[in-house]
């Protein structure tokens, strides 16, 4: 447990050093490295356990030597035959990356068909990443010179690729076994595009007659749902004649859903028209709720639609008419239903009211909840929360103060919340992983592992994270937390994250939350006059500290900066930059740092508002605290921000602070009255100010950490 810390004091205190902050609990699902002695060496039977603390703390030593000729022989590689080669070749016997290089000069010769080098290069390195990879290049090579009976020999389902998979069929079909139409049927079924390595069996499938019209039509739609509308035009436009005429309106009433207005269109009693006007107002729904509703009220007395999917379209258009201010619809259409199944609307209706500091409203959509989820954190604690504020009792505790104290023991961010309320320090359970010996040797010396360090050590960091991701597939919990630990030794702080992730071992809060690239953190926020524990989280959050992530968008490194921002930001500052640079941790904290901060100015110091212009764009933040919504509470704020990730995001940096406040030793002693609760009366006539840093952000936090 951490002395007496509150979010309140993360949220409103502006300025906090970078030693005061706060920390995070035990059920906790995120990333982080352990400390720099794993696994000592100790008198122990190999099945005891052992803490992670230091057997795989030194390198060995012929490695390290022949890590230079192995470079060495890469560079080679144009003329294997040279002397200079041969002699690095012979040098490598038994490194681990040796496979390697007979994997480089086999790759190149697979056209020449050698099939005995092939068959011994695969028995040498049967169950691995780089078997796995030699065995696909050689049955592209096989399907390339159609050596379909071969093909199927080598071929294998566990690759789990769909080429493959395509020409694996495809060789069947070619080969006289019509069994493999079930197959690609089933593979052509689906709702989204396949690889264009499939586009000549599926023409072999289509020429046997195999593409029904009944087939289309469930292709179509199930590529409409997911929203694949290039797929579905592609259909309509080739589709069988008697579903044809069907499948344009679909198409149509996807892309003008105002259509739905002409009504006699859509008359034919058939399970395609009610597929057709479902969706149709659904489309609708989302431009003009009203208008949808009404339209939605003549076709359900007009069609018989299944149960379900009436309530699924009703409660639909609840969200929307809420969305759109409709809240006199949305009662309306609320009281006639009986039941209600959207877990996403029921809870998006209970943020709406909660924005609107409607608490009778929002505690009765709450309680509309399933009962999994009503006994989540986050509505227990809403439900206490609204309770407090009406000065209820709160069943089926005996009070409200035992409620949140119940929820108080959780290391979520309600649970931070909750002991917020009370003044009552966090519960953490931080407990160091402990495993066998046995395993812990096991993983150390794992031909993948073995393979991955060297890779992580020459800079290879791509090819490492296969290896890697191919020997924890086969890893049991216990080794995985192993494997973690090992990770982080290293100072891959991403692979020790993932792997406590997928062991689900959450209490290890130091390989899960490291102090990574640690002076050039505290070095920034110093310079910066900021809180180191907050550019700790955000790193954390952003790319659990790989330096060289980029993501779909084009944001780079540890803090993820888009280019453009970065190039801002080191305009400003002064700095020289490259956009290369950004895979840099120095360079990438110090531009982070400094954009971070100059958000941190913006908003008045608020690090709750500053993480979440971070992430969402501060324009947006802006948007979210105008019409009196920074008059809100804080946690009211933080629940009710419109995009669900920013939500996340904002709650994960504001626990992450915590979690390393306690790993940087910090003590932060509780702010007592800083939460912001407004009179229900008050609802339409606030005025009053909030303290220096309330009435912030925080993102979607049901989960545990």
Same mark, same amino acid.
């Given at each position: 447990m951490?002395?007496?810390?509150?979010?309140?004091?993360?949220?409103?205190?502006a300025?906090?050093?970078a030693?005061e902050?706060?920390?995070?609990?035990s059920?906790?699902?995120?990333?982080?490295?352990?400390?720099?002695? !794993?696994?000592e060496q100790?008198?122990?039977?190999?099945s005891?356990t052992?803490p992670? !603390?230091?057997?795989f $703390?030194?390198?060995?030593?012929?490695?390290?030597t022949?890590?230079a000729? #192995?470079?060495?022989a890469?560079?080679?590689?144009?003329?294997?035959?040279?002397? +200079? /080669?041969?002699? &690095?070749?012979?040098?490598?016997?038994?490194?681990?990356?040796?496979?390697?290089?007979?994997?480089?000069?086999?790759s190149?010769?697979?056209?020449?068909?050698?099939y005995?080098?092939v068959?011994e290069?695969?028995?040498?390195n049967?169950?691995?990443?780089?078997?796995?990879?030699?065995l696909?290049?050689w049955?592209?090579?096989l399907?390339?010179k159609?050596?379909?009976h071969?093909?199927?020999?080598? #071929?294998r389902?566990? !690759?789990?690729?769909?080429?493959l998979?395509?020409?694996?069929l495809?060789?069947?079909?070619?080969?006289?076994?019509?069994?493999?139409?079930?197959e690609?049927?089933?593979? *052509?079924?689906?709702?989204?595009?396949q690889?264009k390595?499939?586009?000549?069996?599926?023409?072999?499938?289509?020429n046997?007659?195999q593409?029904?019209?009944?087939l289309?039509?469930?292709?179509?739609t199930?590529?409409?749902?997911?929203?694949?509308?290039?797929?579905?035009?592609?259909?309509a436009?080739?589709?069988?004649?008697?579903?044809?005429s069907?499948?344009?309106l679909?198409?149509?009433?996807d892309?003008?859903?105002?259509?739905m207005?002409?009504?006699?269109?859509?008359?034919? %009693?058939?399970?395609?028209?009610?597929?057709?006007?479902?969706?149709?107002? %659904?489309?609708?729904?989302?431009?003009?709720?009203?208008?949808?509703?009404?339209?939605?009220?003549r #076709?359900?007395a007009?069609?018989?639609?299944a149960?379900?999917?009436?309530?699924?379209?009703q409660?639909?258009?609840?969200?929307?008419l809420s969305r759109?201010?409709l809240?006199?619809?949305?009662t309306e259409?609320?009281q006639?239903?009986?039941?209600?199944?959207?877990?996403?609307?029921?809870?998006?209706?209970?943020?709406?009211?909660?924005?609107?500091?409607?608490?009778?409203?929002?505690?009765k959509?709450?309680?509309?909840?399933? $009962?999994?989820e009503?006994n989540s954190?986050r509505?227990?604690?809403?439900s206490?929360?609204?309770?407090?504020?009406?000065?209820?009792? &709160?069943?089926?505790?005996?009070?409200?103060?035992?409620?949140?104290?119940?929820?108080?023991?959780?290391r979520?961010?309600?649970?931070f919340?909750? @002991?917020?309320?009370?003044?009552l320090?966090?519960?953490l359970?931080?407990?160091?992983?402990?495993?066998?010996?046995?395993? %812990?040797h096991f993983?150390?010396n794992?031909?993948?592992?073995?393979?991955?360090?060297?890779? /992580?050590?020459?800079?290879?960091i791509?090819?490492?994270?296969?290896?890697?991701? /191919?020997?924890?597939?086969?890893f049991?919990p +216990?080794?995985?937390?192993?494997?973690?630990?090992?990770?982080?030794?290293?100072?891959?702080?991403?692979?020790?994250? +993932?792997?406590m992730i997928?062991a689900?071992?959450?209490?290890?809060?130091t390989?899960?939350?490291?102090?990574a690239?640690?002076?050039?953190?505290?070095?920034?926020?110093?310079?910066?006059? =900021?809180?180191?524990?907050?550019?700790?989280?955000i790193?954390?959050?952003?790319?659990?500290?790989?330096?060289?992530?980029?993501?779909?968008v084009?944001?780079?490194?540890?803090m993820?900066?888009?280019?453009?921002?970065?190039?801002?930001?080191?305009?400003?500052?002064g700095?020289?930059?490259?956009?290369?640079?950004?895979?840099?941790p120095?360079?990438?904290v @110090? &531009?982070?740092?400094?954009?971070?901060?100059? =958000?941190?100015?913006?908003?008045?110091?608020?690090?709750a508002?500053?993480?979440?212009?971070y992430? @969402?764009?501060?324009?947006r933040?802006?948007?979210?605290?105008? %019409?009196?919504?920074?008059?809100?509470?804080?946690?009211?704020?933080?629940?009710t921000i419109?995009f669900?990730e920013?939500?996340?995001?904002?709650?994960n940096? =504001?626990?992450?602070?915590?979690?390393?406040?306690?790993?940087n030793?910090s003590?932060?002693?509780?702010?007592?009255?800083? *939460?912001?609760?407004?009179?229900?009366?008050?609802?339409?006539?606030?005025?009053t100010?909030?303290p220096?840093g +309330?009435?912030?952000?925080?993102?979607?936090?049901?989960?545990?950490?």
């Amino acid at each position: 447990m951490l002395s007496l810390i509150t979010l309140s004091a993360l949220l409103a205190s502006a300025q906090l050093s970078a030693t005061e902050q706060p920390l995070l609990t035990s059920s906790s699902k995120s990333d982080q490295a352990a400390p720099a002695n !794993l696994i000592e060496q100790q008198n122990l039977p190999v099945s005891s356990t052992a803490p992670m !603390l230091g057997i795989f $703390a030194t390198d060995n030593v012929k490695f390290i030597t022949q890590r230079a000729a #192995y470079l060495e022989a890469q560079k080679l590689l144009p003329n294997t035959s040279s002397r +200079q /080669f041969i002699e &690095l070749k012979a040098s490598l016997k038994g490194y681990p990356l040796e496979p390697y290089i007979d994997y480089r000069i086999l790759s190149r010769k697979l056209s020449k068909l050698p099939y005995r080098e092939v068959d011994e290069f695969l028995d040498a390195n049967p169950n691995s990443y780089l078997g796995n990879r030699l065995l696909r290049d050689w049955l592209l090579t096989l399907e390339r010179k159609q050596h379909w009976h071969d093909y199927q020999s080598y #071929y294998r389902a566990d !690759l789990g690729d769909t080429d493959l998979a395509c020409y694996h069929l495809k060789a069947r079909l070619l080969t006289g076994d019509e069994t493999a139409y079930t197959e690609v049927t089933n593979l *052509w079924n689906v709702g989204r595009s396949q690889p264009k390595a499939c586009d000549s069996l599926f023409k072999l499938w289509q020429n046997a007659g195999q593409q029904t019209a009944q087939l289309t039509w469930s292709r179509a739609t199930q590529a409409i749902e997911a929203k694949n509308r290039s797929l579905t035009r592609y259909l309509a436009k080739y589709a069988p004649a008697e579903i044809k005429s069907k499948l344009d309106l679909l198409v149509e009433v996807d892309r003008y859903p105002e259509h739905m207005d002409q009504v006699r269109r859509f008359a034919e %009693q058939s399970p395609e028209m009610q597929f057709i006007i479902l969706h149709g107002i %659904q489309r609708l729904a989302r431009k003009d709720a009203g208008k949808a509703l009404k339209l939605w009220e003549r #076709y359900d007395a007009q069609h018989l639609f299944a149960d379900q999917k009436r309530i699924e379209t009703q409660e639909l258009l609840i969200a929307h008419l809420s969305r759109q201010g409709l809240t006199d619809k949305v009662t309306e259409l609320a009281q006639s239903m009986s039941n209600y199944s959207n877990i996403d609307m029921i809870s998006g209706l209970a943020r709406d009211a909660l924005a609107n500091v409607e608490w009778e409203l929002a505690d009765k959509w709450i309680r509309r909840l399933p $009962a999994e989820e009503l006994n989540s954190s986050r509505w227990r604690y809403w439900s206490t929360r609204i309770a407090e504020i009406q000065g209820h009792s &709160l069943p089926p505790y005996p009070d409200i103060a035992s409620s949140y104290k119940a929820l108080a023991k959780e290391r979520s961010f309600y649970g931070f919340l909750a @002991a917020d309320r009370l003044g009552l320090p966090f519960e953490l359970e931080d407990e160091p992983s402990k495993v066998t010996l046995n395993d %812990q040797h096991f993983v150390a010396n794992s031909a993948s592992i073995l393979r991955a360090k060297e890779l /992580f050590e020459l800079g290879q960091i791509n090819f490492a994270r296969q290896e890697w991701r /191919f020997a924890s597939r086969q890893f049991s919990p +216990q080794q995985l937390q192993a494997a973690g630990a090992l990770a982080a030794n290293w100072g891959w702080y991403r692979g020790g994250i +993932q792997a406590m992730i997928d062991a689900q071992s959450w209490d290890d809060l130091t390989v899960r939350f490291p102090l990574a690239f640690e002076s050039v953190v505290k070095a920034e926020a110093k310079n910066q006059a =900021m809180d180191a524990n907050l550019l700790f989280a955000i790193a954390r959050q952003e790319s659990a500290f790989s330096p060289d992530a980029k993501s779909p968008v084009g944001a780079l490194g540890l803090m993820q900066l888009m280019p453009a921002t970065a190039k801002q930001t080191a305009k400003k500052a002064g700095i020289t930059y490259r956009k290369h640079d950004l895979l840099s941790p120095e360079t990438n904290v @110090a &531009l982070g740092s400094r954009y971070l901060n100059e =958000m941190l100015g913006r908003f008045n110091g608020n690090p709750a508002f500053a993480a979440a212009a971070y992430n @969402a764009g501060p324009h947006r933040v802006t948007q979210w605290l105008s %019409q009196g919504r920074d008059q809100l509470p804080l946690d009211v704020w933080i629940e009710t921000i419109p995009f669900k990730e920013t939500r996340g995001y904002v709650q994960n940096v =504001m626990v992450f602070s915590v979690i390393y406040a306690y790993r940087n030793g910090s003590d932060i002693e509780s702010l007592k009255d800083t *939460w912001y609760v407004p009179n229900p009366a008050q609802k339409q006539s606030q005025s009053t100010s909030l303290p220096a840093g +309330q009435g912030s952000t925080v993102t979607n936090g049901a989960a545990a950490y």
